[in-house]
């Protein structure tokens, strides 16, 4: 039986019956090794391999989707995500119900960013906040209703003062104490739903909790730190797998005294801890371009592509919230209520991917494994 | 050959909906999914970009227990399917038609056979040149499934096979060299290159190349 052809943009691909056969054709699929010019097979949401269906299925498609020339890329993941749309993750307003229904709608909305799985990102915060927020972060798949949950992304509290960003200083906690392991646990509640957690590496007790994080399964990223290039090699030693975006609230690089920044050639990153993975926000605010070229010159594997977006995203101009702070939003810049400090961006995953692409030259398979492959091994 | 048909179906000349094909070959124990077996070199060069119908291609199964009943039930699909209209292949440069070695019974059917050491060296290029991961059998139509065939068309390019065609076509009939056997099919073609043709009496490329005039005033409208 002949398949039924439409336009990658038609309704009949949100009315697929179960077992339906569905080829997309005309379009170059990203794969790990680059953009290929073949079809993509799915049938009841899962992608198959095209041997399989066509030597033992032996059948031709149902729907055959013309794609028109276009990239078929896997969703993007954001594993920094703020909020958006309005909603800020670091804000527990009133119950769980309305957080949950504000993580949903911002887990729709970034569907058509194209990025369909996210690390749900809290800063510094209360206790308080982490036990009410936490267990509503749960891992979940991404589908038609909205982008999947990696977990928490938990940027803080135990960062260094002095690097705060826009954190409320309030609430930072600079030490673990004597038994980080049970800071931790008494800090954030259950760890069960957390993904990631950014750290300064350089705080007491530090090297121990990454250790507990790292047993756990969490992915533990350092950042929000003052650390010289020393407590940065420990972290990654005692499992870090990620920096948190790189050149941001970081030491600057200096050649006597690389900082975190100097962890993307440092010679006791041996393979083992291989690629270490550096998070960057190339909105060409957050980094300037030509810092971009550097990272991504230096270090092009561990390049991973976050927005640091804030509620403002995908918003107008204007006054936004972010946890405790208030942030004033003009263009694509968003600063720190009363401060020159940036506090996280307001650029969508598809400009920051587009802007990676304009700044550094990088061809299009690598600015789209940067979003997409790349995170996904992080994890 | 593949990429001429691709190209002829892309322009709209061709198409094969209505087409069934029958692979002479496949090695054994050879994974499916390998990147060097005959259903994965069929997929990627050929299958993938045209419209054929799935169903209607057929492979001998290497990873069968039973090699002998996959061999005669593929016999019988051929039969069943009408028989053979047009035979391609190429030669080896020992002159083997399909993996019909040198020795081969000419009345031979679709079997398994043990490929000899210069066809595993030969195809040691596509294993990474590791002489161990070569196959060392595989299944493949014998010389009588191959002169069953209405039409055959033998391919061969290269200075390599050139004393291989010299055998196949100037030289008696031998199992030495079973493409031979095309001498005594009623419809062969054998096309070549010129350097194919350079272990071959100037008289019979003479003779061949002058019936190309005569060709050309059969196909001229």
Known sequence: ????????????????????????????????????????????????????????????????????????????????????????????????????????????????????????????SSPEIYHKVLPLLKRSNASSEGAGILGAHLEGPFICRDKKGCHPEQLVITSLGPNPSETIEKVYGSTENIAIVTMAPELDGAQKAIEYLVEKGTV??????????????????????????????????????????????????????????????SDGIHTHDSALRIAYH??????????????????????????????????????????????????????????LMSATGCSIEFALHSATMKPVRND | ??????????????????????????????????????????????????????????????????????CSDYESKIQNAGGIDLFIGGIGPDGHIAFNEPGSSLASRTRIKTLNEDTIQANARFFGGDLSKVPTQALTVGVQTVMDAREVMILITGSHKALALHQAIECGISHMCTVSAMQMHKCATFVADEDATLELKVKTVKYFKGLMTHHRKLVEF
């Not at chain 1, 200096?254 to 801890?273: A, E, Q």
């Not at chain 2, 299958?47 to 009943?69: Q, V, Y």
């Open chain 1, 1 to 124: 039986m002949q398949p039924k052809r439409v336009k990658y943009d038609s309704d009949v691909l949100s009315t697929i019956a179960d077992n339906q056969l569905i080829q997309f054709i005309n379009c170059s699929i990203l794969k790990s090794n680059g953009l290929k010019k073949e079809h993509l097979w799915v049938q009841n949401g899962r992608i198959l391999d095209e041997r399989i269906v066509f030597f033992e299925q032996k059948r031709m498609a149902d729907v055959q989707v013309d794609c028109d020339g276009l990239i078929l890329s896997p969703g993007f993941i954001d594993v920094q995500l703020n909020g958006g749309f309005g909603i800020d993750f670091s804000t527990y307003n009133s119950n769980d119900d309305d957080y949950k229904s504000g993580l949903s709608s911002v887990a729709k909305q970034l569907l058509t960013h194209g990025v369909t799985s996210f690390a749900p990102t809290v800063i510094t």
């Open chain 1, 220 to 281: 533990v990223s350092v950042g929000h730190s003052s650390a010289k290039l020393g407590p940065g090699e420990e972290a990654v030693m005692a499992g870090a797998k990620m920096i948190t975006h790189l050149f941001n609230a970081m030491q600057s690089y200096h050649h006597r005294d690389p900082g975190l920044i100097g962890l993307l050639t440092s010679s006791k990153v041996t393979s083992d801890h291989l690629p270490l993975y550096y998070g960057i926000i």
């Open chain 1, 298 to 355: 230096t270090h092009p594997d561990g390049l991973c592509l976050v927005t640091d977006a804030i509620a403002a995203l995908g918003m107008a101009d204007g006054v936004h919230r972010l946890g405790t702070q208030t942030i004033h939003v003009t263009g694509l810049e968003a600063k720190l209520d009363g401060t020159d400090t940036t506090a996280g961006s307001v650029a969508s995953m598809p400009y920051c991917i587009r802007h």
């Open chain 2, 1 to 70: 050959m593949y990429k001429k048909l691709i190209e002829f179906y892309n322009a709209g000349l061709v198409s094969f909906k209505m087409v069934k094909t029958f692979n002479m070959d496949e090695y054994v124990d050879l994974p499916r999914d390998h990147p060097e077996s005959y259903h994965s070199f069929m997929f990627e060069n050929f299958f993938r970009h045209i419209d054929i119908e799935p169903s209607n291609i057929h492979i001998l199964d290497g990873n069968t227990s039973d090699h002998e009943k996959e």
